[in-house]
């Protein structure tokens, strides 16, 4: 099934996709008290928001292979985890803002784990009954920055470098769901999340060794090979097979 949040006349809404269409819910879906309504809405008529608000962003580095080897670095035996501000969310159909021309901004796209119940110290073989469901993620990162500082926080955390959307799906195979990018049409990356390294249980398993997960809180998975730079006027789209497209452009 997929949810999504959205604006209409200015209030905010919860709802079921089914093709062009949404179905209102009542409540919000992430704590698990809705009920459809009779309201139905056109997605073209419709703002798209973030299907979440996260309290916590998590991001894990160098989980395919090929990109670890297109950045010369060494395959991680744990997850490389790191966090970037909420603040930094945006959603599909928005800028994404460059803060500077002088430095290498990057696209990555990424399957992204939505957290449905609070999570601490989970097991592996239960981390999928923590996991409410699956979007899609561009991890926007600052090279320059990200270089300088030895760390990624800064480097992945201006507002706008974390579009995230358009919906969640609740049930994708997300080790088996093939993931590409477009930039001005161009495919620029394309994978599978088979050839994840740390596969999903796993990663819901380590992070949660380190922190308390709560609902809404987001994974980003990793990003394959073919990453590259940004530009004013580019757009580009990130997709999930089984999700959709989450498209932006940059200014």
Do not use: C, W
């Not at 079921?16 to 459809?36: F, N, W």
């Not at 809405?41 to 798209?48: A, R, T």
């Not at 299907?51 to 894990?60: A, D, E, F, N, S």
């Not at 394309?190 to 050839?195: C, I, K, L, R, V």
């Amino acid at each position: 099934m997929k949810y999504m949040r959205f604006k209409k006349d200015g209030e905010t809404y919860f709802g079921v996709v089914k093709g062009h269409s949404i179905t209102q819910l009542e409540g919000d879906y992430i704590k698990g008290e809705t009920r459809p309504l009779a309201t139905e809405f056109s997605l073209e008529e419709v703002e798209v928001l973030t299907p979440v608000v996260p309290g916590q962003v998590i991001g894990i580095g160098l989980n395919y292979e090929l990109h670890a080897e297109e950045t010369g670095k060494k395959i991680p035996e744990e997850p490389m985890m790191f966090m970037a501000s909420p603040s930094a969310v945006t959603a599909h159909h928005t800028d994404i803002v460059l803060p500077t021309s002088e430095h290498r901004i990057d696209y990555e796209a990424e399957l992204v784990i939505v957290i449905g119940k609070e999570a601490k110290h989970v097991e592996k073989e239960e981390a999928f009954s923590y996991i409410f469901g699956y979007t899609v993620g561009n991890d926007v990162s600052d090279r320059h920055l990200q270089k300088k500082d030895g760390q990624f926080t800064r480097a992945k955390s201006f507002p706008t470098f974390k579009p995230l959307g358009p919906v969640i799906e609740t049930e994708l195979n997300p080790n088996e769901a093939a993931i590409k990018l477009t930039l001005n049409g161009e495919v620029k990356q394309q994978s599978n999340t088979n050839d994840l390294i740390h596969d999903i249980s796993e990663l819901v398993a380590k992070v949660t060794e380190v922190m308390t997960l709560n609902p809404g809180d987001v994974i980003y998975t990793g990003t394959p090979s073919g990453v590259g730079p940004l530009s004013p006027g580019d757009v580009v789209e990130a997709e999930v097979d089984g999700i959709g497209v989450l498209r932006n452009t940059v200014k």
